[in-house]
T-cell receptor, first 111, second 115 residues
């Protein structure tokens, strides 16, 4: 079935480093793609989304582009901060209300 | 707004006991979701309510699990009897439209440990 695979963590970076988290998807149709973020002790929050090929989602300095040719939706940020330490989840829409989440990637940013 | 409120934050119980998890969605949201998060299976949708009516409960693991939404401001997830393999973080989420294209607002979760 439709699913996403994201790179395993954990990822540890220094402040101001470049962050990339890889996410690839398998789908029979044209799902919407999402990145959710979970800060320590909190629930997930929508970080960004893209609904069709070549769309770019962006928020808080993070970006991801929906690439149909490579079935990818990689998350990037040019200069991370300590406050970006969190677990990041890639997800795709299975239908109007159901999401399939990746396993999550733990990111730790050190000062 | 206080956001989605879940209680308790932590629950430790013994195998065979009944467990009830509670959720108050954001006021005005008409869609509510219960998710379970485990290391092995990641995040799974257990049940989805729209306007207090269960729309999709295909993710509920077995008959030991039940969920109710008696009104727009309250939902419960009950496990009876509980088993050690039910240990997980259970999240409640709500949204204003019920589609994935609207933001899902998650609560902080209930960490359940069944001994």
């Amino acid at each position: 079935g439709d699913s996403v695979t994201q790179m395993e963590g954990p990822v540890t970076l220094s402040e101001e480093a470049f962050l990339t988290i890889n996410c690839t998807y398998t789908a029979t149709g044209y799902p919407s793609l999402f990145w959710y973020v979970q800060y320590p002790g909190e629930g997930l929050q929508l970080l960004l989304k893209a609904t069709k090929a070549d769309d770019k989602g962006s928020n808080k300095g993070f970006e991801a582009t929906y690439r149909k040719e490579t079935t990818s939706f990689h998350l990037e940020k040019g200069s991370v901060q300590v406050s970006d330490s969190a677990v990041y989840f890639c997800a795709l829409s299975l239908n109007d209300y159901k999401l399939s989440f990746g396993a999550g990637t733990t990111v730790t940013v050190r000062a | 707004d206080a956001g989605v409120i879940q209680s308790p934050r932590h629950e430790v119980t013994e195998m065979g006991q009944e467990v009830t998890l509670r959720c108050k969605p954001i006021s005005g949201h008409n869609s509510l979701f219960w998710y379970r998060q485990t290391m092995m299976r990641g995040l799974e949708l257990l049940i989805y309510f729209n306007n207090n009516v269960p729309i999709d409960d295909s993710g509920m693991p077995e008959d030991r699990f039940s969920a109710k939404m008696p009104n727009a401001s309250f939902s419960t997830l009950k496990i009876q009897p509980s088993e050690p393999r039910d240990s997980a973080v259970y999240f409640c989420a709500s949204s204003s439209e019920g589609t994935v294209h609207e933001k899902l607002f998650f609560g902080s979760g209930t960490q359940l440990s069944v001994l």
